[in-house]
């Protein structure tokens, strides 16, 4: 029997993204420590130089339609315009047909220039050759997974979040699956180089595209009534309109979204070129970009879940509401945005900093540059969480081209200061690397005042409130810090088992939360967080329970 699916409200729909985007970033960390045991240093560096190539060109030949249609689904379905919502998906599928083509034979002929930007001297050439076989095989992958990413998107449209969480997760199981599988079938059991077991991990991402393309479409097709088709004697908008509203979402959308995975190339390129300068060797530069640019963001996933969520969501609501010309529920969302944010995201990356070298000692081992790492990149994620959101809203209410200046203006003084931040850390005596991570988070607070100002003057948002919720929590976070720091001297955590460690984490993590949550609830910062609806439903269920108990 087919399952039919609802559509969920933005409270909701968050939730249910958050749990999705939150089991995927844990899952993604977590398959980590054995690829890299698998694979290596070396292997790594060609399966990620790989994988940010291929991220760029996703968004390339994605062309931000899969955003685009959920805001233009939602916009004509609020509308009653449902014969355009049908078109302009119809035109959205024949652009990213275009766009996916031309990617893959970008790739599959400049894959050998691709892998030479990611060596230097100190690097074997022949990494260039191996990178090289790895960008053709994921070329592969931009054939599937735009067409999967629009369909997702058109369901988001028509807000059946509920389907688009599961097929995250479906995405992300299947993927690591095969990269898992084939790495070992591929490195241990046929006893092939490591560089073989990447080549069989890259395919995961086309397998996963296939999967998770044939479950949207399943479900699309049992639950045809959720998707009205209009009727004839409907006014129909034109092609060249259709056209020009993708066009115009999509280009802001890839240039941002294009613009930061350019970023994270040149910053990899740029901490390649600092360390190197600074006579670094080539098994220390690898670890650091590895750690720097994969592996910490792994982890930091825990907190841009939430913003993964949230954007995903607030992208179909907000263009309604605004379409609507409903102003009070824009403000709405956005203070809700900002409440989850504080006190959702910032206790989370509290905990991770305060123990940084247990988190990270759990996903990936001992590392002498992974806890360093980590505790600034955290602190980066709970404001980039914040200037996602915001810029996704900004688009939606059709300001893309302010949300375009305020990313290029963002990465422009990140790239520039990258190297003079990094020379100065290693003049000061601190570890040149982290200087790239300061340089993130300076250029992201200039990012966030210019939304905060953009969104005061469009919808007159009163970003004043989050200083009451900074009030608010302010007791909360404080005593749960206290009380990590006397677990951590009461009972010690020492690195010698994963498991041991992580069962501590666990502990620590619960009793913080519970702390943390309890005063949250006694200084009215939750109530801020959750729908009246969604904690009513919540206490209901709880009094039924507490009657069954009794009965």
Known sequence: ???????????????????????????????????????????????????????????????GIPVAMSMIASEYNSLGMYSSKEKAFSIGKKIITGFSLFSFFILQIFARNIGYFY????????????IGDAVRIVAFSLLIIPFMALKRGYLQGHQLFVVSSRSQLIEQITRISVVLGGAFITVKVLGYSVYGGVYISLWGLTISGLVTYYYLSRKTANNEELFQKGSKDEKVENTRTIIKKIVVYCVIISIVSMSQSLYMIANKKLILVAL???????????????????LVTKIGTIVISLSLAMTSSIAPHIAGN??????????DKLKQVVSIVLVIAVPMAVGIILLAPQVYYVFF??????????????????ISCTTAVFSTALQSMNHGKQVCVFTLIAIALNIAMDLPLMYLFNWLGLPPYLGANLSSILSELV???????????????????????????????????????????????PLVSRWKVLALLFVYAGLGAALYFFLCYRSGALQNVFDKEVVDSLLAKLGRGRKNEEN
């Open 119 to 130: 060596i230097s001297d100190a690097i074997d050439p022949m990494t260039a050759e191996r």
């Open 1 to 63: 029997m087919n399952q039919k699916v609802r559509k969920s409200s933005f409270a909701e729909s968050t939730y249910l993204m958050y749990i999705a985007f939150m089991i995927n970033g844990i899952i993604g960390a977590l398959y980590y420590t054995p690829f890299l045991a698998m694979i290596g240093h070396e292997g790594f560096y060609v399966y990620d130089s790989a994988y940010s190539i291929f991220s760029l060109f996703l968004d390339l030949s994605t062309s």
């Open 365 to 382: 081992g001992l590392s002498e540059y992974g806890p360093r790492v980590l505790r600034v990149a955290i602190a980066y994620n709970v």
């Open 447 to 493: 990012l966030l005042a210019l939304q905060l100002r953009t969104l005061y003057v469009v919808v007159h948002f009163d970003y004043r409130k989050a200083f009451t919720i900074i009030r608010q929590i302010r007791i909360p976070l404080v005593a749960m810090m206290a009380l990590v720091g006397i677990m951590k001297i009461l009972i010690p955590v």
């Open 276 to 294: 190197s300068n600074l006579n670094y060797g080539s098994a220390q530069i690898q670890e650091i970009i590895d750690i720097a640019v994969s």
């Open 322 to 331: 605004y379409a609507r010309q409903d102003y009070k529920g824009v403000n």
